[in-house]
């Protein structure tokens, strides 16, 4: 199957998950199509770019290596889809972000109470989305094994964000800190696609544990190479200024590890600790950054969350072969990425 009819094959499940809406609640539903790329900011029709659909296409070829059939999952992918962008409404709003993929976010267009309450919908229709297992003919045992397992990664999900923002301007987090932050916040759904979708097909739990392990180390993985791509990405490739993280006082891992390492570590510290940080300060953070090879660590540290991440998979010598390549050309294509 061809990537393009398997991300229509996804954005179909995700809007077969949505209920009839009558007219007085429509633009509840219409302001959740909006962030899903399905309408415009008059909420009219529209075909905007969903993103990657990352998660919920490794829920399929999870399904697939442990001997599934990939169709019956498409429920548990739309859920996982509707789940991370009910994530990043929410994300918008904590971080007071007013554009997402090229436009306005929710709460920006129709205001905090609103967007709030359009977060917590599609939280609930990713539920009812998964509940359409049952519909494609998945035992109502492995149905209810999945819920459990997709709860507590929703909640990981929430940990983890807790943590991001208790951790906000912290000058002092440790690197391992860091990491668990980030192993909830971005990893955990990723490990989560990943596992579910080996339950859906039937896999061991010896089969699903590797697989968690695998989406796990590949999300850890992912978000470092956002952090690079956050200081040192190309505009043109990124869409994203230059430098957009340290201009916004971003404590990434090459900050981290700069604050520990750099020889003008005190400097540093002092120009993070500023209430603005402007384009001097920013070609001074670089510098400081470039001689204490915090790039090079960095770039170190993700490859090695990839490397994990490709062991996890050489643990399943009996998974299906063609899916088992398609996750390791997804892996591949992840580390270095530009964009």
């Not at 909006?34 to 415009?40: H, V």
């Amino acid at each position: 199957m061809i990537a393009s009819e398997i991300r229509n094959q996804i954005q179909s499940a995700m809007q077969a998950a949505f209920p009839h809406a009558e007219a007085r609640v429509a633009q509840f539903y219409a302001m959740q199509e909006y962030q899903l790329g399905w309408r415009d900011e008059q909420l009219a029709p529209a075909g905007f770019d969903p993103g990657k659909l990352l998660r919920p296409r490794l829920s399929l070829l999870a399904c697939q290596v442990a001997g599934g059939d990939p169709l019956r999952t498409l429920p548990l992918a739309a859920a996982i889809q509707l789940i991370h962008d009910f994530s990043l409404i929410h994300d918008d709003i904590e971080d007071q972000s007013t554009t997402r993929r090229g436009r306005s976010t929710v709460w920006e267009l129709w205001g905090l109470a609103q967007g709030i309450n359009a977060g917590d919908g599609m939280c609930v229709i990713a539920h009812l989305s998964v509940h359409r297992l049952i519909q494609a003919g998945v035992p109502a045992e492995v149905v209810l094994k999945v819920l459990h397992r997709f709860d507590e990664t929703i909640l990981m999900l929430c940990e983890g964000q807790f943590l991001d923002l208790s951790y906000e301007g912290d000058l002092h987090i440790s690197e391992a800190d860091y990491l668990t932050m980030i192993s909830r916040k971005t990893a955990a759904l990723v490990a989560g696609a990943a596992e579910l979708g080996a339950l859906v097909g039937g896999a061991s739990a010896a089969m699903a544990r590797a697989l968690f392990a695998f989406g796990q180390h590949l999300g850890i993985a992912f978000q470092i190479q956002d952090d690079i791509l956050g200081v040192w990405g190309d505009p043109a490739t990124t869409g994203k200024p230059p430098s957009a993280d340290l201009y916004r006082r971003k404590v990434s891992l090459p900050v981290i590890y700069a604050l520990r390492t750099a020889e003008q570590r005190a400097r540093l510290a002092a120009l993070y600790g500023q209430a603005r940080i402007g384009s001097d300060d920013v070609r001074e953070i670089l510098t400081i950054l470039e001689s204490a090879q915090a790039r090079h660590y960095t770039e170190h540290i993700a490859t090695s969350y990839h490397q994990a991440a490709l062991a996890a998979l050489d643990s399943l010598y009996d998974g299906d072969v063609a899916a088992l390549a398609e996750l390791r050309a997804i892996a591949a294509g992840l580390l270095g990425r530009v964009a």
